[in-house]
């Protein structure tokens, strides 16, 4: 780990402005994706700006009927409190079905979103890769591509975003909201946060230099049947080859589903929604319109299929004996 300096910030805009007074800082929370990263020199921050004393730290109810989650919430907490498992059972559902209980304890709610790619030519210093050097290729199209995106990639990057939160989150329509460091605020719905690797995949969300997540806000409760379903390699801490988050309403609506696993962000196509009266297999053609795979991981083309069929079915059940 290369040396570096530390800072306690007192308040969002202390902390946004002594990221902006030195270049090459970073904001640290729970630590548990970045300090790994640190280790293997993948991320060289000359700078630390620890925010956890900034009373980012609550879950509490909007004006409109939803609730606002504090950057700060560890996962646990989130996925214990009352209201959500209530009202968004979703979250609750997709927040256990991460990682381990004792990262569970120390993740946060901005870390989650934040999370870097689990590919593993990024965690090898020893391979070339767009992410940590833009320019220096992507061998893992050519090779180990098992767990990687088959959807929303580019020639420069196919590397799929870990997180199961914000597949939930993606779901329910989630708002990031943010403090830049001129001290304007600013909302970033979950559809627009993460970005597609295009030409650039270093540039993985739409935030600005030292912007500071401070909350997510959930609008208000959907209702109906709320299911997450992940596939993986084990049962317990590992990261999902396909993850499926859906809302099933009762009177008939629209089923909301989007899936992880699958590409660079959170993945959800709302005409696949529409798609979905007419059947599964269209529903799948319409999510995955566009998708090129690999050799190695085509297999998560039907996998998406088999997945969502199966939350269907699990809904059905779930109704029948609530």
Request: charged residues 20%.
């Amino acid at each position: 780990m290369k040396p570096f300096t530390y800072e306690r910030a007192t308040s969002p805009a202390a902390a946004v402005a002594a990221a902006a007074a030195r270049p090459g800082t970073r904001f640290i929370a729970g630590g548990t994706n970045l300090l790994d990263l640190m280790k293997l020199q993948i991320e060289a921050p000359v700078h630390l700006v620890d925010v956890n004393g900034l009373g980012l730290d609550r879950i509490e109810p909007t004006p409109e009927g939803g609730l606002r989650i504090g950057a700060l919430v560890r996962n646990t907490d989130l996925a214990a409190d009352a209201r959500v498992r209530r009202d968004y059972g979703v979250l609750s559902r997709a927040l256990l079905a991460g990682a381990s209980g004792q990262l569970r304890n120390r993740a946060t709610t901005a870390g989650n979103l934040l999370q870097r790619t689990r590919c593993p030519y990024f965690y090898d210093p020893d391979q070339p890769c767009n992410k940590r050097q833009p320019g220096s290729g992507c061998p893992a199209i050519a090779g180990m591509s098992r767990p990687l995106a088959v959807i929303g990639v580019s020639d420069a990057c196919i590397a799929s975003h870990p997180s199961d939160m914000a597949v939930a989150m993606r779901v329910l329509d989630a708002t990031v909201e943010t403090l830049r460091p001129d001290g304007q605020a600013r909302r970033i719905p979950i559809a627009d946060f993460h970005r597609l690797p295009g030409n650039t995949p270093h540039i993985e969300t739409t935030l600005e230099a030292n912007e500071l997540i401070t909350a997510v806000t959930l609008p208000r409760p959907l209702g109906g049947t709320q299911l997450y379903h992940k596939v993986r390699d084990r049962a317990s801490y590992a990261f999902a080859l396909v993850s499926v988050a859906a809302v099933i309403p009762r009177d008939g609506g629209a089923t909301r589903f989007a899936v992880g696993g699958i590409a660079p962000k959170p993945w959800r196509v709302e005409r696949a929604e529409t798609a979905l009266r007419q059947g599964v297999p269209a529903a799948a053609q319409a999510l995955l319109a566009g998708a090129t795979p690999t050799a190695e991981n085509a297999f998560k083309l039907p996998l998406v299929e088999r997945t969502l069929t199966a939350v269907l079915a699990q809904a059905r059940h779930t109704g029948r004996t609530a």
